[in-house]
């Protein structure tokens, strides 16, 4: 035997009264992301990929120790944390480079 639990149905009124605040929510998001798109440190894929952000990635894997000084040079257009992370690769991968040299 099973027992039912009366559900109480809503009404229109409450029914249009939640979809008035979704459609508030859902406004008040739509003002969020589009501040949220229009900050200046956001770019698009095309406007990272530069000339010079692809020949600082070439010297990176050709030659380190001067691609670590074009990634940190005035003229640079990397973000603190991209210097962070591409400082500790380029350390990683000088740093196996000897042990092959060395160890091989």
Avoid: C, D, H
């Avoid at 039912?4 to 998001?29: D, I, P, T």
């Avoid at 095309?46 to 692809?54: Q, Y």
């Avoid at 990635?57 to 001067?66: D, G, H, K, N, Q």
């Avoid at 944390?81 to 042990?99: A, C, G, H, P």
Wanted: proline share 3%; aromatic share 14%; no cysteine.
């Amino acid at each position: 035997m099973s027992s039912k639990v009366g559900r109480k149905k809503k009404s229109s009124a409450e029914k249009s009264e939640k979809r008035s605040e979704l459609s508030e929510r859902n406004q008040k998001l739509k003002k969020e992301l589009e501040s949220m798109s229009a900050m200046p440190g956001q770019g698009t894929v095309l406007e990272k990929l530069s000339k010079w952000r692809i020949a600082t990635y070439a010297w990176i894997v050709f030659l380190p120790p001067y691609g670590l000084y074009r990634v940190w040079s005035k003229e640079s257009t990397f973000v603190r944390s991209e210097k962070v992370v591409w400082t500790f690769m380029i350390i990683v991968y000088m740093l196996r480079f000897l042990w092959l040299i060395l160890f091989s």
